[in-house]
């Protein structure tokens, strides 16, 4: 099983175990060495091949943001030591990637102005760089070089030079951000220039015993930018220049087309990787971007095009991906849904990162799960309510050691998972649904479906050490003329029970659930599979039939306010509005609705006129609310108790808030069942309300 993954390999003098490469993921806690540490290795333990670390800033001025890593200051030292130790006490390794903002820096960081090739403005920082002199090129080169030098005295196992998604050494290949006219721009052999420079005054630092790995992009996704053509021969001259490995990146940060994100197929990209390594012959070749599982990636090393598979945010849903796998528990991987909500969207904004699926992510050692963490009198807790606060609260007591009983309403588990991963894009959610379903009975927790918990079994819940209450939200009914028409359903009748008909939909409400039940609706089915689709919609292929779709829906979108979507987050919103746009979704904000009718809905428009849009069927999508009636149920039970998720706070519907929750929810109570380990004793039950 997975014999392609789990096959030993190399890059340069490095063995490595598997295929599998973590890829570099910027944390936010590069500055902490524990917390670096306790991150790195326990992936390390779990299995990962190679590990490259978050980019780590060769300079203040190429720096991404304040929390960076900067490998040539001394003070940067201390963590990323600590982090390597930890690492090779884990029997893994790792490389340190050495990274350049260019264009993409900004000035807030450290008052400093961007800088790159040429005084060409991004869309992603708001601050115009100014371009390099001769002077400050051959700095910079030296400042790679010292970093790889550092990062091998440090004890790294190999360094990653940072070549792609559209950071500065990507920026001279291109033609788009390379308009210099001197030794360092104009054709492509001189846009190659400075990543070449910097490879050779690598490898005269380090000889050329140490790895090498540059990250390239292998396609910038940007209009006017690298030729397809001009990217082989960048691989080849990088190849010629003896790097040791090539991993392939997937687009800028500024490309209008999505590469991460939810609604990308799964190994769209493997394609793009497969030419790099077809023009690079026996050179290893990482492909990366959009692998979530090992099957997928075992697949693809099997088809032979690549010859590793660099996986990032599959590593901080599940740490043992590749241990599971190795040990036939692949269904006990916790899968990338590829949210972006706990990870990307928060490194955008300079915040820590974890993971919606696993908020122990990057902060293993705010929520210690270890065997010696397990609790030594096990206590007895109710869970009610098997949504993903309900779920991750079950799961870390259990994994904690207590006896758990989980009470769903439902004949499954999942709460608002079960909508989300009927959602073009979202199928992955119920992957979430499967991970927990098969960890709570690995674990041991009594799960009982269909089991509604009410007021009489005030006695039964009595006996427990403790509650969370998760129990989730209902629907919000809209006080509006016609609401209780029969042409008028809720978001969950629609996503739920498919109870939509007729062609036209009007939806009331374009919060992100709105913006879900617009996507569902308005899909339909395609004459090809979903990558052939998605090339094809996004401009870069043509399927030979042409693209047919059938079943879409026509879908009227309405907003109280003015943003569509607004509680999407930043990577994924733009995205998933460009998918409703291209399926023909009409959007009205700043509606003003007056009565739904028989046939439709009576509103102002953003104009203050009055219009009619029509429709069969109006689904409400205008929030949700508390389902949290239980609370006056247990309160009074004189047992510590927790309220997480939608039952605590339904006003903005956020699975990331849910799941942390949930994990907090666990090791609060079960630190007051535990005092003696946890520093805090029964007293402190009282605080838990
Ligand atoms: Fe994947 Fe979402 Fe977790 Fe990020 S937050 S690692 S995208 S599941």
Known sequence: MFEHALRAGAIGTLALPNRIIMGSMHLGVESEGAALAAFYAERARGGAGLIVTGGSSVSRVGAGGRNYSFINDSAGAPPLRRAVEAVHDANGRIALQLFH???????????????????VASRFS??????????????????????????????????????????????FVSPLTNRREDAWGGDLERRMKLPRAVL?????????????????????LMKDSTSDEETLSFARALASDGVDALNVGIGWHESPIPTVQQMVPNGVWVRVAAAVKSAVGDLPVIASNRINSL??????????????????????????????????????VNTCIACNQACLDRSLLDEPITCMVNPRAVRELEFPEGVEDRAHEPGRFAVIGGGPAGMEAARALAALGHRVELFEADAELGGQFRMARRIPGKHDFGETIRYFTNELARLGVIVRLNHRIA?????????????????????????????????????????????VSGERVAIVGAGGIGVDVAHYLSYGEANVDESTRFL???????????????GRKEVALFRRGARIGESIGKTTRWAVLGALRSAGVQFFTDARYEVILADGVRFRDAAGEERVVRADTVVIAAGQERNDALLSVIAPLAVPYRVVGGAKDAAELNAVRAFEEGLRAAHELASVKEPRRKGQGRDAAHRLR
């Open 101 to 119: 903002a260019g264009r993409y820096a900004f000035f807030a960081s450290f008052g400093l102005q961007p800088v790159a090739p040429s005084a």
């Open 536 to 550: 094809y919609e996004q401009g870069l292929a043509a399927p030979e039939a042409g693209l047919l779709v059938v």
């Open 295 to 332: 099957a997928m990636a075992d697949g693809v090393l099997a088809a032979g095009s690549v010859d590793f598979v660099s996986m990032a945010r599959p590593f901080l849903a599940d740490a043992q991906i590749v241990q599971k796998a190795a040990r036939g528990e692949a269904a006990l």
């Open 200 to 220: 050779g005054a690598i490898r005269e630092r380090v000889g050329r015993d140490f790895p090498v790995i540059f990250r390239i992009s292998g396609a910038d």
């Open 455 to 499: 007021a009489g079994d005030r006695s039964s819940l009595r006996a427990f050490d403790g509650i969370v209450l998760a129990t989730g939200v209902v629907p919000r009914r809209v006080a509006l003329a016609g609401a209780d028409l029969p042409n008028v359903v809720s978001y969950a009748d629609a996503l739920l029970h498919d109870r």
């Open 126 to 171: 708001p601050d115009p760089p100014h371009a390099l002199s001769e002077e400050e090129i051959l700095a910079t080169i030296v400042d790679f070089a010292r970093g790889a030098e550092r990062a091998r005295a440090l004890g790294f196992d190999a360094v990653e030079v940072m070549a792609s998604e559209g950071y500065l050494l990507n920026q």
